[in-house]
């Protein structure tokens, strides 16, 4: 299903003054006319599809010469979207691999949409939607566990899975179907086994439902906020969480006094602290307002770090703020200053740390995370993302409507309604039936030149 027009994108992320290389991609019938059109390779180089030609981009209309460049060929179906495809490899920066672009897009490409070049692939059977949406999850991964989930997808996990959940409804259906049309023609169907098979896919779609939210936290990141009394130590332990993983993104203080985020992966887990003001009562309006924030990023928080000060033990002020903690935010009481308390940390805590000498940091990670409901270690293979996961809900649901037909003792054509329905939302997930619509929106969320 070849398109009829060319599109073209820098594929690459524009950063100025950054970046030794910028890709300009196009795709389509005309790429490599529009190419040939542009590119000056000296000598006798051939133009081959994987080749790669050395020359410069020109414009022909003033003989300019635009950058010095690669020029790679890829015919099709050799190629990603299955189409000819002809990259520039420009020098990086903004300005020069810009020009390249709006050449390309006067020599009669136009520009991509975001995603367009994986809706190409798809729509040409080089890939899947899961896959295709596997990349863009690589793309935007934060964490090495989110970007191992993205590759397991890429590799087919997610589709394998749920292609394998879909046959078995097909089978299922198949038998269904002829008993609705050809019942005396053939042997009974066993009602209590259809009735096994369909509860085990329904049970297997819900495990991956569930699992999905697993996947969620990894890839978009767990929002923790730390809440304590002033000086148990909150930016000391935000320090040190920072500096024992090396991984500071943006440190954006908010306001003066309060909001200080702070971005860093915990155990392959992307992770945005929160350093919350103290919550207490108090006349200062200045204060007040820091407070109201704190809350908000309560609310809106994944979990709850409630810091402590073991020197001075579990005091009424802590016993406070703990009772003004959101209800229905996993909370972990943390016993900071380890270093100078005496015995086992008093009955509330769950876990003793020490901010200043980075002990106990890691029974932090973990306590965290599982908190969380995350699994440590390699854990989940597969995750299916939102689309995928309401998807795979609604067959489960669907399943349930097969089934109460079975347990209702209703007729064959009863089940096969809800149980048809339930292959067809499994197949939306892997787009062997999906609207254009709903491509559209999957891919419109893509960045430009993927
Ligand atoms: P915050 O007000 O909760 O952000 O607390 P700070 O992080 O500013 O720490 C308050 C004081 O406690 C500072 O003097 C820190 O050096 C000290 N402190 C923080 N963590 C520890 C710790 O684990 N052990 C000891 N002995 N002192 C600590």
Redesign the pocket.
């Known amino acids: 299903m070849d398109s009829d027009d060319t599109i073209a994108a820098i594929a690459t992320a524009l950063a100025p003054g950054e970046g030794s290389v910028a890709i300009v991609r196009m795709s389509g019938p005309q790429a490599e006319a529009i190419g040939r059109s542009l590119f000056v390779a000296p000598g006798d180089q051939p133009w081959a599809s994987h080749r790669v030609l050395y020359g410069h981009v020109r414009d022909l209309s003033s003989g300019e010469r635009l950058d010095e460049a690669l020029l790679l060929l890829m015919k099709a179906p050799r190629s990603f979207t299955r189409e000819d495809v002809v990259e520039f490899h420009c020098h990086g920066g903004l300005v020069a691999v810009a020009r390249v672009l709006e050449l390309v897009l006067r020599c009669g490409a136009r520009l991509a949409r975001p995603g367009e070049f994986s809706q190409r692939a798809f729509l040409n059977g080089r890939l899947d939607l899961t896959r295709a949406e596997a990349i863009s999850d690589l793309i935007t991964a934060r964490s090495r566990r989110a970007a191992q989930l993205a590759v397991a997808g890429l590799d087919g996990g997610v589709q394998r899975r749920i292609s394998a959940l879909r046959e078995r409804l097909l089978d299922q259906l198949a038998e269904l179907e002829a008993r609705v049309d050809f019942e005396e023609d053939l042997p009974p169907l066993d009602p209590e086994a259809l009735v096994a098979q369909l509860e085990a896919v329904r049970g297997d779609l819900r495990q991956l439902v569930a699992e999905a939210s697993e996947g969620q936290l990894l890839r978009e990141g767990l929002r923790v906020a730390i809440v304590?009394?002033?000086?148990?130590?909150?930016?000391?332990?935000l320090?040190a969480l920072s500096r024992r993983e090396r991984a500071i993104v943006t440190e954006l203080p908010g306001t003066t006094r309060d909001l200080v985020e702070s971005e860093l992966v915990l155990q392959g887990v992307p992770l945005t602290l929160l350093?919350t003001a103290?919550i207490r009562a108090t006349d200062d309006p200045v204060e007040r307002q820091g407070i109201a924030r704190s809350r908000q990023a309560l609310a809106s928080a994944d979990a709850v770090l409630l810091?402590v000060?073991l020197?001075e033990g579990w005091t009424a002020a802590d016993a406070d703020l703990s009772a003004q903690l959101p209800a229905g935010v996993p909370a972990l009481v943390v016993g900071?200053?380890?270093?100078?308390a005496a015995g086992p940390p008093p009955a509330p805590v769950d876990v003793g740390?020490?901010?200043?000498?980075g002990s106990g940091l890691e029974d932090l990670a973990a306590a965290l995370l599982s908190r969380c409901g995350l699994s440590l270690g390699p854990g989940l293979q597969v995750a299916l993302n939102a689309r995928q996961r309401d998807l795979a809900a609604a067959a489960a649901t669907s399943l349930g409507g097969s089934l109460e037909a079975a347990a209702t003792g209703l007729p064959w054509d009863f089940w096969t309604i809800d149980l048809r329905q339930a292959v067809r939302s499994l197949g939306e997930i892997t787009g062997e039936e999906v609207s254009e619509a709903v491509l559209d929106r999957v891919f419109s969320r893509f960045c430009i030149g993927k």
């Open positions: 304590g009394r002033p000086n148990v130590g909150k930016s000391s332990l320090n350093d103290g810091l000060d020197s900071n200053k380890t270093d100078c740390i020490s901010a200043l000498t």
